[in-house]
């Protein structure tokens, strides 16, 4: 993790040019808490035993142990995967990226090296209310400030743009996200269920 001086630390409107950049470094983040949700998921009691007992109907047509042993998990994988693409989050990225660029900024240090990224985006049918979008900070950057300081940015510019409430989803492994909305005075308003656990949470704060 870098020793950052904040004088050097700029916080704009993402550039054409940066945006190649900006969408490998939301991959990388979601690619990391995809493959440690799916992980949670996998490991949670209930998920352990309607594998267990996939697996053991399937040893009754299956002359492989090991094989109705892993096709459960595999299949689960799979769903999972399919589950996380299908999310508007992500279906709709290359669409965002090649039409407006306004409403995402991005945080650059030393004049030229993009270390983070976020976006702002009204929430549907309450008007008062927008949504915290694509928060990511690059590996090397972060636990040094960079995430605070894209929070607080946007806040500013939700405050401005005339919204009283911002809100953010996320998932339950992000413990530095986590930390970090817990940290600045956001709650817990809601949060999406799978199998019985929770697995994103939504924060919310007045601002």
Not at 38 to 66: C, D, E, H, K, Q
Not at 80 to 106: E, F, I, Q
Not at 188 to 199: A, D, H
Request: charged share 20%; proline share 4%; aromatic share 10%.
């Amino acid at each position: 993790m870098p020793t950052l001086d904040p004088e050097q630390l700029l916080i704009r409107e993402m550039r054409e040019d940066e945006a190649p950049i900006v969408l490998e470094l939301l991959k990388d983040g979601f690619k990391d808490t995809e493959n440690r949700l799916i992980l949670y998921v996998l490991t949670r009691p209930l998920a352990l035993l309607l594998m267990a007992v996939v697996s053991s109907g399937l040893r009754f047509f299956l002359n492989s142990f090991v094989v109705a042993l892993v096709l459960p998990v595999l299949l689960t994988v799979v769903a999972l995967k399919l589950l996380l693409w299908r999310s508007p989050d992500l279906k709709h990225l290359h669409a965002y990226y090649s039409t407006s660029h306004r409403g995402l900024w991005v945080a650059v240090y030393d004049d030229d090296d993009v270390c983070g990224c976020v976006a702002l985006e009204p929430l549907d049918g309450e008007p008062r209310t927008a949504e915290l979008k694509r928060l990511a900070v690059s590996r090397w950057y972060r636990r040094s400030g960079v995430g605070r300081c894209l929070l607080g940015f946007l806040e500013a510019q939700a405050r401005a743009q005339g919204f009283r409430f911002l809100v953010a989803q996320v998932s339950v492994v992000a413990k530095a996200a986590l930390g970090l909305f817990e940290s600045t005075g956001y709650s817990v308003s809601g949060g999406r269920p799978w199998l019985g656990y929770t697995v994103q949470q939504e924060f919310s704060k007045e601002l």
